[in-house]
């Protein structure tokens, strides 16, 4: 049964550019270790919410915008066994070093899905 992660983050408009570099670099991470998709979008008709919102769940400040992103996988295990792989790669630990990340790292919400409907 496939399998999905999810992430949520608030990216300022001035490191999109930044943002996507390191997306692609990730993605490309991702699928040689075995993930059959990885996909980034940015928010083009994103609306605050009164209660609850992509906008809100991220706090989002002036001058940023939302990334909604997700890796696919064939099932909750082949995804753990990617994961390991992607987080022993030395390529990602490049990137992850907090201070140059284009993104506040600690306002990204994100998990583990397992499929419900697939139409």
Do not use: C
């Amino acid at each position: 049964m496939a399998y999905v992660d999810g992430f949520i983050v608030a990216v300022p408009k001035k490191n999109l550019e930044a943002y996507r570099r390191i997306a692609k670099k990730a993605g490309k991470v991702w699928r040689e270790h075995g993930a059959l998709e990885y996909r980034e979008w940015v928010a083009e008709d994103v609306k605050v919410g009164k209660l609850t919102s992509f906008p809100r769940s991220v706090k989002l400040k002036p001058g940023e915008t939302v990334v909604f992103s997700w890796i696919t996988y064939k099932s909750r295990a082949q995804r753990d066994r990617v994961n390991a792989k992607v987080m022993a790669d030395k390529r990602l630990a490049e990137m992850m070093d907090p201070k140059a990340m284009p993104f506040d790292g600690k306002r990204m919400i994100y998990g583990g899905f397992e499929s419900l409907v697939i139409a």
